[in-house]
């Protein structure tokens, strides 16, 4: 694809908030996103790359590690460290993804910084609480991965993972770096949601965060309007989710304040991903603005200009 999306696309992505784009990841740093990832593993790990029944989670007790950069517990592996190599900013930061982002954001965006600092490395974090600090990543956010359950484990429903991110970023995009088939844990929304909860939202790119203070350990994490609590139950409620299952390259873009969530994976493969946050240059003086009553005030005039 080079970069062109059809106003189709543009009203799809206005009114469900996300899209879905298939073989837009170049296959080779595909590739080396994957050897990054099982190059995170400790040297004695009992997950084995070369060893597919190995790779049924949760964690082993002595491969976990609650490292933020490098992240491995029950079915979640989340490797930050890479988020700003080279390799990793051509992956998700590509000529053809940054075409496709103007279409939506504008001309002007914020590049990444090869080097730079990474998701996990600083800003408010707690402990039992989200990995993610406020502080997001100067690079792609990092190589995710869910292990797959055990053949015994029920199917959960995948409500009780979802929410809305609280650090500031405007289109997300997550694309996989090998295949996943339905129900192996991809990338899962509630279409529409976007449009629900934008004026639930107190700030207009961010949520609101309480770090974790010692002497007052529960009092941690996001700060959340009655309002939007509400709406989200309804839309667990109303809407069907839709799981973004695909294959090696297929990505998909998807706004701010969509309900999503990381589905179960009872596939017996491993999901493995990369995701990344794309934003306007202004962000940072956006953010700090009253709430908009026009959701998309800040957005291309081609999402300005496109109903349903």
């Known amino acids: ?6 106003k189709e696309q543009i009203r799809f992505f206005r009114e469900q908030g996300y899209l879905v784009l298939p073989s837009i990841l170049d296959r080779s740093l595909c590739a080396e996103a994957r050897d990054l990832l099982w190059a995170s593993l400790p040297s004695g790990a009992a997950l084995k790359r070369d060893k597919p029944e190995s790779h049924i989670g949760p964690f082993h007790e002595n491969d976990t590690n609650n490292e933020p950069l490098n992240y491995r517990a029950g079915f979640r592996w989340q490797v930050r460290r890479h988020s700003t190599d080279e390799a990793m900013i051509r992956l998700l930061y590509s000529d053809s993804i940054m075409a496709i982002a103007r279409e939506l954001l504008g001309d002007e965006l914020a590049q990444p910084v090869v080097g730079g600092s990474v998701m996990g490395s600083e800003g408010a974090a707690w402990p039992d609480g989200p990995i993610d600090p406020a502080q997001a990543s100067e690079g792609i956010r990092g190589i995710y991965a869910t292990l797959p359950f055990p053949d015994s484990h029920a199917k959960a429903h995948p409500e009780a993972q979802a929410h809305t991110d609280g650090h500031p970023f405007m289109l997300g995009v997550v694309g996989l770096i090998d295949q996943c088939p339905e129900g192996g844990g991809a990338f899962t929304v509630w279409p529409g949601s976007h449009k629900r909860l ?5 700030l207009r790119y961010d949520q609101p965060r309480v770090p974790f203070y010692e002497h007052m350990p529960t009092y941690k994490g996001i700060v959340q309007s009655d309002e939007y609590k509400a709406e989200l139950a ?3 409620n109303d809407t069907a989710p839709v799981e973004c299952s695909g294959n090696e390259g297929d990505i998909v873009f998807w706004h701010h304040r969509l309900v999503h969530a990381a589905g179960e ?8 991903a990369v995701l990344a946050d794309i934003n306007r240059n202004d962000l940072c003086e956006l953010r700090q603005k009253s709430h908009l009553e026009d959701m998309w005030q800040d957005w291309s005039e081609g999402v300005r200009g496109t109903t349903g």
């Open 234 to 236: 309804k839309i667990l």
């Open 198 to 202: 934008f004026h639930k939202c107190m």
């Open 1 to 6: 694809m080079s970069g062109k999306l059809t």
């Open 265 to 272: 994976n009872h596939s017996g493969v491993i999901r493995q």
